[in-house]
């Protein structure tokens, strides 16, 4: 374990469904990320929180929409998700001018 | 736009056998680090080089960085079944507001017993 958890680990939704992914850290660090990670397709940098103010929002589609509502918690709230959109999503969490990024398990997602 | 790419794609070698993976950058760079990811799973930490640096040691892995040409390599010494995963070269860009750590492609590495 990294000390990065993500709920859940696995989850299957209509087109039409709202979920939201959690993750949680208790490391101490002030900087968190979502990845996307498609098949055969590189990890994606999809949001970037430093001290809880999103700061990079990489051209992410409005039906993702993340909060921050503290230096631990990451949310990634879906809505009218489309299938392509069906991946795994890893979460991970860095000092703001650290080095290295550690990483949840990852929500292995599929749109139906 | 991606910023590493690695070489190669896929990599299948015999146990006990040296692994080397290659990974190209773009941009410049505060340092270059190096993940695994098991099959579904989270990436994990497994080295880090620093701009000024040109090699590092850590175990069975040995990294070398070439800024002038943008690259870097990952050697794994005396591959075992349980280094079967994929690897991924990673970058650091730090600017004012945040770090973000941008990644390659990976290299899928399965070592036969």
């Known amino acids: 374990e990294t000390g990065v958890t993500q709920t859940p680990r696995h989850l299957v939704m209509g087109m039409t469904n709202k979920k939201s992914l959690k993750c949680e850290q208790h490391?101490?660090?002030?900087?968190m990320y979502w990845y996307k990670q498609s098949a055969k397709k590189p990890l994606e940098l999809m949001f970037v929180?430093?001290?809880?103010?999103?700061?990079e929002n990489n051209s992410v589609p409005s039906r993702f929409s993340p909060e921050c509502p503290n230096s631990s918690h990451l949310f990634l709230h879906l809505h009218t998700l489309q299938p392509e959109d069906s991946a795994l999503y890893l979460c991970?969490?860095?000092?703001?001018?650290?080095?290295?990024?550690?990483f949840g398990q990852g929500t292995r997602l599929t749109v139906v | 736009s991606q910023q590493g790419e690695e070489d190669p794609q896929a990599l299948s070698i015999q146990e006990g056998e040296n692994a080397t993976m290659n990974c190209s950058y773009k941009?410049?760079?505060?340092?270059l680090q190096w993940y695994r990811q098991n099959s579904g799973r989270g990436l994990v930490h497994l080295i880090l080089?620093?701009?000024?640096?040109r090699e590092k040691h850590s175990g069975r892995l040995r990294v070398t960085l070439d800024t002038s040409k943008k690259s870097s390599s990952l050697l794994i010494t005396a591959s075992r079944a349980a280094d079967t995963a994929s690897y991924f070269c990673?970058?650091?860009?730090?600017?004012?507001?945040?770090?973000?750590?941008?990644f390659g492609s990976g290299t899928r590495l399965s070592i036969r017993p």
């Open positions: 080089i620093r701009s000024n640096e």
């Open positions: 929180y430093s001290l809880e103010e999103r700061v």
């Open positions: 990673a970058t650091l860009i730090r600017n004012s507001s945040a770090s973000k750590i941008i």
């Open positions: 941009t410049s760079i505060n340092n």
């Open positions: 991970a969490s860095s000092q703001l001018r650290g080095t290295e990024a550690f």
């Open positions: 490391l101490g660090h002030n900087a």
